[in-house]
């Protein structure tokens, strides 16, 4: 009997509803916070580099002695706020097609996830930028 009175009394209690449902709510809003700074560095990341694969192609059409070496530099110095450190490559090429001299720019970067305690692989981002030379 005193118990049955006990769990009525318990199940009518209402102190604590708020901490139990901040408790359900919370790893919800936070994986929802999460995800939407990695979605923005994501998006920041794509435009600083393609950004750089512009400038860089563009550096190359000016400058038709410049050298891989010194096409890179330009590309790099163009990637404002991002970690050097992610840079896998960047590749300068030169050719002919269909009759048209050209200049293209690849460049490969990997972005790290801001997801805690998680070891995630690397975001591999791809930007190609292709320019013709004016003859």
Do not use: W
């Not at 209402?14 to 923005?40: C, K």
């Not at 840079?87 to 805690?116: C, H, M, N, T, W």
């Amino acid at each position: 009997m005193k118990i049955l009175h006990r769990l009525k009394r318990l199940a009518a209690n209402r102190e604590g509803a708020s901490v139990i449902e901040f408790a359900l709510a919370m790893p919800v809003a936070a994986a929802l916070m999460i995800g939407i700074l990695q979605f923005a560095l994501v998006l920041q990341a794509t435009g600083a580099i393609r950004h750089a694969a512009g400038e860089g192609v563009r550096y190359a059409n000016v400058h038709p002695d410049a050298t891989e070496r010194q096409v890179s530099d330009k590309v790099r110095k163009e990637m404002a706020g991002l970690n050097e450190d992610g840079i896998v490559r960047i590749a300068l090429e030169r050719g002919i097609s269909d009759g048209a001299q050209f200049d293209k720019i690849a460049i490969e970067y990997q972005l790290e996830p801001v997801v805690p305690f998680m070891q995630l692989e690397p975001i591999s981002l791809n930007e190609t930028a292709l320019s013709y030379v004016q003859s």
